[in-house]
């Protein structure tokens, strides 16, 4: 008779560890990209005109919903790629997108969006998690609400990782209304960026770069701890306050 198989044991403290390490990590290519621009990151927006400024919100909310059904349809017929290629691809976006200035900045601005989106969901996918799954879809349109690789974040604010509303039909359009005004500050930065005189496509594709090395980051982090979740039969809200406890040890240890 064939011996039961006994569950794998977790090192719940071991993963976390590794989570925390990923999340205080994920900010460092911003400050290189910072150091490129010669700028602040809370000064960028301010280089923006102000017709444009006032429209980030309502321009961002609209690549976002064209975003989630661009990155869901080319899942049929582009596979997930490797993050070399992703970090590769978006780079390019960002060059031909800083080229002509502004207005190509703003072009490129949806089609950033859904490639970050479909990056997101190759990483759910990483870790079993259905993309065809609306609290999937949810999840991804989520990660957006992690502060952006040029955002000054001490890694205390996890709330994204675990504020949900009630999921329903309208759930994911609910929770891109919300992700959309934050969204639009950090894209709104990155636009500011490409617009910098003669760096523009050099900054188009740092930028890119540090967006998508970013939010690929904080999908590891947000499903890595939903599947620990789930593994070791821990409810996201305790977790999460352990993700935060081990984030303040690490900083007091460095």
């Not at 794998?8 to 990590?25: C, H, Q, S």
């Not at 759910?124 to 040029?150: H, I, K």
């Not at 709330?159 to 992700?179: D, E, M, N, P």
Request: proline share 4%.
């Amino acid at each position: 008779m064939p011996q039961e198989k006994l569950p794998v044991k977790i090192d719940v403290e071991a993963e976390l560890e590794a989570i925390a390490r990923r999340y205080k990590g994920a900010s460092g290519v911003g400050i290189s990209v910072l150091n490129l621009i010669g700028g602040h990151a809370e000064s960028l927006l301010d280089k923006l005109p102000a017709k444009v400024r006032n429209q980030l919100d309502s321009a961002t909310e609209r690549a976002l919903n064209h975003a989630l059904t661009a990155a869901h349809k080319s899942r049929g017929h582009v596979p997930d790629q490797a993050s070399w290629l992703n970090s590769a691809v978006s780079a390019a976006l960002g060059a031909a997108g800083g080229a002509g200035g502004l207005p190509t900045a703003l072009a490129e601005l949806p089609i950033t969006t859904t490639l970050l989106l479909r990056v997101i969901e190759g990483v759910a996918v990483e870790y079993g998690f259905d993309p065809e799954s609306e609290s999937v879809q949810f999840d991804c349109v989520r990660v957006f609400s992690a502060a952006g690789p040029l955002a000054d974040d001490d890694g205390s604010d996890l709330a994204f990782l675990t504020t949900r509303l009630a999921l329903s039909g309208k759930a994911v359009q609910a929770i891109v209304h919300k992700v959309a005004p934050k969204l639009a500050v950090v894209m709104g930065q990155k636009l500011a960026a490409q617009t910098v005189p003669v760096l523009g496509a050099v900054a188009g594709a740092a930028t890119n770069y540090a967006y998508t090395s970013y939010y690929e980051d904080m999908a590891h982090v947000h499903f890595g701890l939903r599947k620990l979740a789930i593994d070791a039969d821990i409810v996201p809200e305790e977790l999460n306050k352990r993700l935060a406890q081990k984030m303040q040890a690490i900083t007091l240890r460095e």
